[in-house]
């Protein structure tokens, strides 16, 4: 579906069997709707449901009243859920988030404001500066005063672009970077369509190999300053513990970390 | 040594494997005066994973140089590196060429509180005592301004003072017990071998050993906005409404705080994509070994750009001089990396380690014996498969109750990603007995190559020794035995065999794994010679036979190189040695099981020997001769692997 002209931003949420966690996703994901609206922006929300429980989507009927489409698909997969939203995105940007996960309020209009100050020719990823991991085990050493306890599980992760000085595209051969919250152009997301997920074969990991990718391809990844992205640390059922589970590859066909060509493009910190 | 710690005895580790273990000097030091209840609360981790204190120091703490108790710091040090220390109050044996050194990290208290002078908010003027070493200032000054007072004594309710007290009490103390000086702040003393790009580390040199400090933390309105998110879920605030904001931080491309991995050291090792991957588990003098590297010089001699070896068991340091034995000079001519070199700790860094392979969407990747290059291909095989071929040498069952090697755990585990080799026929149907069933992608026999003797010196060797044995025709029977020094080499039954032929002398040569007395061997007609240096040049032409009896093999190199000295083979009939001997060139006895007397067929099978000479001993000679070229010279070798490669 072509861009429309006064659609800015298409969020693209994907759900599966998130249940209560989908709850405070999608209210997070209300402020951020709110907030990016508040700065002008003209916001459409598509939500993909693949394969869900009954939990999951009675809560997308009860607390995603903002949402404009909601398509229940039978994929499977995140990665295809991702590319059949990125089909219905009308907007000029979009942006992909997951549906167990939190997000500072001013991620949405700081990513859409960095995304218009940027060069129109060039293909950027933005991405938000900072990642909280946070675990609901960590009630059990909840700490009244400053300094967390020694056993805390929650972590930060800061994030760097890909014209740091630090970056190297050689280390997505050995980590995953940047995590699957980005924000693009939605012709970017045409140009480099998530892999699927192959458990015969042992790859997938959609969001890891999608950096490889767009970097392969001379995008350049960016980080949005002042912006956060909350992950939930879940022992079983979220992706990350699937691709651990399930011992997954990167899927990068015909090219690797290792042969990017020059990828210090793009605007850091 | 471990009574007082009744877990330690009840598990086997690395420190009590032959060839691992330290001196029992320290074990005795470090079981009497390691002190638990400070390492577990010094160490986080170690509590965390429940491990017993002591077994934790002897495979990792000595590495990292963890202190073993409140005021007492270890450090690692090679001989060259003994030089006096006023800190230091034992310095006992580790392994060849190191030792451990134990000293006191607090006994002279170098910085006093009253030397420092307000933290906050005047940081700027912190300095340390006028006898602080220079290098200990540019630390001292950082620290200082970076300190929190108050977020010090609350998370260390055991120590009280002033701010100036808690900082001083942070350098002489805290620091080496693993405190953290303030929020955001993290600080690893000791063991500086992180990535050389820095990044928000900086390093520093404090009380003479190198120490790394990172400052990363969120910015306040970041903080604000997760705060913000507690309406929305609860569980973002679990690790507490303030706290929560110095939970550990990372920077995404530091690597080392990460996943433990030096990146720059892995960018300098690897500074091109590898055409063929070989992984080897160490550099050692041993069948799979020399087979791994033997099949690296033929990919090399088949064109492949770029071959590189991986050693995953063993660091760089620990395989001595390994470049000095004649089975690894392919590798004059091949990289050779050592994975545990690029790691923080040592360990094995699996998912690491499969990622890093298969990112190189090598050609071929060839595993011998490698532990961790099979684990990778058992977890990650599928993966790694869509982008390389994948070979998997496996040489031998076990016997039952007799240890469990490679072949019998992971066939099965890599069989359906990964071509299986192997050097022996024999070995070759266990396999295809175990995984046809999985239809994976095949089963390769390709027997190892040996260096050949010409064809005047093999001839030279037969007519003397045909003349030996016409000359001297009374002479007392001596009989080599050329092995590693071990059970499963059939030790006890050599045993049986000298003491069924009291008058002749049996010469034992190889590395002793056990000692002569454990091996059944200290009796008076067998003699310990010691390890050859190489068995091709080695001169048995005083010998009347070489006595083979290992209970279980792959295809043993020492078996066809003897071949070479024109002396008769008296064999057990194990591994692939049918494969190219038959009772022509050789005498084939089935090992002892239950029931059997291998012994007896053995004292008959050398009578027989004892008593040939002339056409007869020539022709067994040259048949075994013959038969090894024809199966085992290089060219053959060379054949046979380029035909599995598809050359």
Known sequence: MKAVPDIDITVVVTFHREGPFAIPALRSLRDL?????????????????????EVTRRVLETEGSFIGRVEIVDFGDLARCRNYAVDLARGRYTACLDGDDLWGEQWLAKAWQEAEAADPDSEVVFHPEWLFYFSEADFAGHALGKMPSGDARSFFMRQQASCDPLFDPRLLALQNIWSANAFARTDVYRTYPYRLFDRQRGVGIEDWSWNIETIHGGVAHSVVPGTVHLIRQKSEGSLGAQNFTERLLTVTPGITPWSVPGARAGRGT | MFAAFPSASLRLHNSLIPGKRPSVRVLQFIARTLDREYYLSANAD???????PVLHWLDHGAKEERPIAAGLFTRMVSSGGLLPDPEVIHTLPWRAGQWVQIGRISSNLPIRAQDLTPVRPEADTVRPATDTADEDRRFVDWIGSHFEADAYRETNKDVIGSDHALLAHYLNHGIFEGRRPSPGVTVRYGNYTGDERGGSWQKFTYRGRPLAASLVAPPEDVVQQIRRQWRHESAVLASGYTAFASVNAYDAVDLWSRSGLKFDRVTKAFPRVPQAVVLLEFLGVGGA????????????????????????????????NWEDYSIFSPLRSIPVVFWRDLTDDNEDRLDAFARLLSSFRAKDILVFNSRLGLEAVARYGRGMATVSRIYCAFFSMGLPGRGVPYGEIFPQKVALSSRLLTDNARMAAALKDRVAALDGPGIHVVPPRIGTVDEATFLGRLRRRCHRARTLPDRVRRWAWVSRVEPLKGTHLLAQIAQMRPHDRFDVYGPLQVDMDAAGLNIPNVDYRGVLESVLTANFEGYDGFVFTSLTEGMPNTVLEMSQHAIPLILTDVGGLRDTFSKNSAFLIDP?????????????ALSTVAALCGDALAAMLMDAKAAVSARHAPEVFQSLVEEMLGK
Not at chain 2, 292 to 297: E, F, M, R, T, Y
Not at chain 2, 592 to 604: I, L, M, Q, V, Y
């Open chain 1, 33 to 53: 709707v709110v907030a990016g609206r508040a700065e002008g922006a003209k916001v459409e929300v598509i939500a993909t449901i693949d394969r869900p429980d």
């Open chain 2, 46 to 52: 170690v509590a965390a994973a429940g491990v017993d």
């Open chain 2, 289 to 320: 070994e020399k087979y791994g590297i033997d099949i690296a010089d033929v990919l090399v001699a088949a064109g492949y750009d770029d071959v590189i070896v991986v050693v995953t068991g063993q660091r760089e340091v620990d395989a001595g």
């Open chain 2, 592 to 604: 002892p099981r239950e029931g059997r007397d291998a012994a007896s067929e053995f004292d008959a």
